[in-house]
C-alpha cells in the first residue's frame, strides 16, 4: 500500500507516546505510522495492543542512538516526518546514572537529526514537505517563565493541533 506520508514516532510505547501513535493511526489512515522505541522501563506496547494490527501501523525496537539503524529506518520507511518523544525524562534516574540521560537525549537526539538530514538531502525534493518536531520535558529543555517580559513572547507555541496540522 503507498501512503501519503511516512511518520516515525520515536518513544511511541510510552505513556504520551503510545495516545500519540493511536492518534496518527486512527485520524490518518492514509499515513504510514512508524512507532520507534528501546522499550526500556518506560515503554510498554500493551499501550497499543487495540492497534497492533493496524494496516497502517508498524512497530520497530531500537535505540535511537544507534546511527546506522536509524538510516536505515529513514531509507526503508522513506520517512518524511518525525515526532521525537524519546527521552529520558525521570529526575531520579538523571541523578543516578547521567550519562545515559545525557546520551539519550542529547547524543540519540543528534542521531536522528542527522539521519533525517543526510536521508533528506538525497532526495530530489531534499527537505520540502518535511518535518522534524522535538517533544520533552523541561528535564530537556529547562523550565520556560509563564510571564512575558518586556512583551517578548514564549520560544515555543505549538500545540497538539498545530502539530497536526504541519503533518497533514
Request: hydrophobic share 40%.
Amino acid at each position: 500500500m503507498k501512503f501519503e506520508r511516512n511518520i516515525l514516532i520515536t518513544g511511541g510505547a510510552g505513556f504520551i507516546g503510545s495516545h500519540v501513535v493511536r492518534l496518527f493511526v486512527n485520524k490518518y489512515p492514509n499515513y504510514h505510522i512508524v512507532n520507534l522505541d528501546k522499550l526500556t522501563y518506560a515503554g510498554n506496547l500493551e499501550n497499543l495492543r487495540d492497534i497492533e494490527d493496524t494496516p497502517n501501523y508498524t512497530f520497530v525496537k531500537a535505540d535511537i542512538c544507534d546511527f546506522d539503524k536509524m538510516q536505515e529506518l529513514m531509507a526503508q520507511y522513506r520517512i518524511d516526518g518525525i515526532i521525537h518523544l524519546a527521552a529520558e525524562s525521570h529526575v531520579d534516574r538523571s541523578i543516578k546514572d547521567p550519562f545515559t540521560f545525557a546520551r539519550t537525549n542529547v547524543m540519540g537526539t543528534l542521531s536522528l537529526l542527522q539521519a533525517a538530514k543526510l536521508y533528506w538531502e538525497t532526495l530530489p525534493e531534499r527537505y520540502e514537505g518535511k518535518r522534524f518536531y522535538h517533544i520533552s520535558t523541561d528535564e530537556v529543555y529547562g523550565a520556560l517563565r509563564l510571564t512575558h517580559p518586556e512583551g517578548i513572547e514564549p520560544p515555543f507555541t505549538t500545540t497538539a493541533s498545530s502539530l497536526e496540522h504541519h503533518l497533514a
